[in-house]
């Protein structure tokens, strides 16, 4: 028998997001905490029971009716065996059964998964990608990443984590990425990427509004700075934009040649920016797959929109009752 409602709880890196969800992938009441991904495990655990005992008594739904609580969480998860493998470089995440310690906290059964990959169950099930029986998803934000659905089912490899494109190298010797690495596709299509190329600018000299528009500290710009400094005509800020769209496009390129899906579903914050980035990107998608290849694929930008991160980690526990996994 499946039950009427899910808890979907996306822990980023900001907040921490939950929502009651019903099976049409409506959020019926939401909770949100000001814990986040990185913080140690003891604070983001006590934050998502916090969450989940909030929403069943605020919804007065009886825990009977919950199918399960989905849980989505960014980088490297093994969904499959339930933990979390590294996150933001606090080594207190490394190899974190995050799954079974909520099992046992909480009462109830959780499902544990990266959150692009919820991503791409939640476009799947509610989203642009309804009906589709092979597609990605990219989320296109602070990072860059992808999750595969394959046979209507999430494909995650053999260790949970399928769909790192954003960490393919495609520029040897290039720019360092946050991996540790040099020249990723995500150290240019990122809001990590648009930061570091916008204060290379403006350590080289360039002629550019971003050097006042820059936060003071140092840290990261923010995209829709650069998006207003190019509004502006701020030819620097246009050729940055046009940079991460081109090698987001080099990442579906990809995608489009290793998975050959029917369609391609863009999500995450960058997507606001529009054509400055959605143009560079098909065409750069174009330019780097096969000509035969190129009316194969649809690529559109997402429908769930911010609320995916919840309404995706219910609809992977909704997925899996279904296949009686949970
Ligand atoms: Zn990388």
Redesign the pocket.
Known sequence: MTKPFAIGIDVGGTKIAAGLVNRAGDILHRYTTRAHSEQQPEVVIRAIEEAYRCLVKESRVEVTEIEAVGLGFPGNTNGPAGIVLVSSNLPAWNHFPLRDTLIERLGVPVVLENDTNLGAVGEHRYGAGRGVRNMGYVTFSTGYGLGIIINNGLYVGHTGTAGEV??A?IDIGGPP?????NG?V??YASGVGISRMAYEQIKAGADTLLRQMAPPDGRRIPGETVVAAAQQGDAVAREILHKAGYYGGVGLSMIVEILNPELIVVGGGLVRIGSLLWEPMLAAMREHVQPELWDSVRVVPWQVGDDLGIIGAAAKVFADAEAHLV
């Open positions: 954003g960490h190298v990425c946050t991996c540790g690495k990723c995500m150290a």
